[in-house]
């Protein structure tokens, strides 16, 4: 008999790679196009697990419910797990996997991408260009080269960054809760402390994952701390930046520019299609109104390789559970 597995946030380009990956494996899939939260819970029963996406709300009572229709998976088609109630799904006995590695690369060239279409105005170029307008005016911006980029969160994605980033030639400070001391020698990244990298950085890029330690790490508070016209990457999580702060440095220049791939209330709009209705978010459309803004729909993982790796690993998470394998991928209650 095949699993029956219910995979949520189901988009056209998860259901072709979950579908094609699926030949080798066999489950049972059934597509939802939602995001897994209390008001769709139902729609897991009679299912032996559930995979899911980042705008995911699996918090206590969905928990519940999920253990209660005998659901005994949940399977992260992503790295971060902040959006599942974890000590929850531990009291259930509900076991949690993820995909901590599907291409480190997909994410940290879509950071360079941010950074170097904000600084040469590529996006304001493509406009004025296509309107017949060839004018240089307030397109001027700066070397690379030479600059200071602070790099929070030394991890997979981080080290990875900071590769491309060297190779723009320039200097990496780097801050993170564990730092990796024989890598920072080896590549001539230097650590210090989040004060010394606000206040030296030309850009910061934030890496490191959302937890009760870096919910807000860039508020006001930081943000004063910071360079003049400082430009700020997040292909982190929405809620490492507390977003009114981040408007407010934006109005009074002391945030030149801002790349967001993630914003802390994207479960409202990312990945679908508003542009038929009335934007209700102000904080959202104020940050799109910003021309040294970009605000990317989460997509920094979306390239082949990773999408193939996505499905691949969650399948093979799916199994091992299933056939009472070791899970390699396990995200395990940590009590501390
Ligand atoms: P990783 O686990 O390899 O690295 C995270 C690093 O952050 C670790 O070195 C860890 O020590 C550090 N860290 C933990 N707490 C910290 C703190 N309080 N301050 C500073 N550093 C801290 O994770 P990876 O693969 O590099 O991913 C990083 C984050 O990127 C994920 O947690 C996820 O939220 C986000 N991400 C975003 C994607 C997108 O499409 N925009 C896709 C994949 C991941």
């Not at 797990?81 to 000590?87: E, G, H, Q, R, S």
Request: charge should be negative; charged fraction near 20%.
């Amino acid at each position: 008999m095949a699993y029956k597995i219910a995979v949520f946030d189901a988009k056209p380009y998860d259901m072709a790679t979950f579908n094609k990956a699926n030949e080798a494996y066999g489950f049972e899939l059934v597509y939802h196009k939602e995001h897994l939260d209390k008001n769709n819970v139902l729609l897991a029963s009679g299912t032996d697990a559930v995979c899911i996406f980042v705008n995911a709300k699996v918090d206590e009572e969905v928990v519940s419910k999920l253990h209660s229709y005998g659901v005994k998976l949940i399977a992260l088609r992503c790295a971060g797990f902040n959006n599942v109630d974890i000590a929850a799904a531990a009291r259930k006995g509900i076991k949690v996997v993820r995909v901590p590695d599907y291409s480190p690369h997909a994410i940290a060239e879509h950071t360079l991408a941010l950074m170097l279409c904000l600084n040469r105005k590529v996006h304001r170029a493509f406009l004025r260009t296509r309107d017949g307008n060839f004018s240089l005016i307030g397109f001027q911006g700066f070397d690379m080269y030479g600059k200071t980029i602070g790099v929070i969160g030394t991890g997979k994605i981080g080290k990875v960054a900071t590769g491309l980033f060297q190779g723009l030639g320039m200097n990496v400070l780097a801050y993170d809760l564990y730092p990796d001391t024989k890598w920072a020698d080896a590549t001539g990244v230097r650590y210090v402390s989040l004060d010394e990298l606000y206040a030296n950085a030309n850009i910061i890029t934030l890496h490191c994952p959302l937890t009760k330690e870096t919910e807000y790490l860039i508020c006001d508070e930081s943000i004063a701390k910071m360079k003049e016209g400082v430009m700020i990457i997040n292909t982190g999580r929405g809620k490492l930046i507390h977003t009114r702060h981040l408007i407010e440095g934006l109005l009074n220049g002391k945030v030149g520019y801002a790349g967001l791939d993630v914003y802390e209330e994207e479960g409202a709009y990312f990945y679908e299609d508003h542009s038929d209705s009335v934007m209700t978010d102000d904080v959202l459309a104020r940050l799109l109104s910003f021309n040294n803004v970009i605000v990317t729909s989460h997509q920094a993982f979306f390239t082949q390789e990773a999408m193939s790796n996505i499905a691949h690993t969650t399948m093979n998470n799916i199994l091992d559970f299933f056939n009472g394998k070791e899970l390699k991928n396990e995200v395990v209650y940590n009590k501390a």
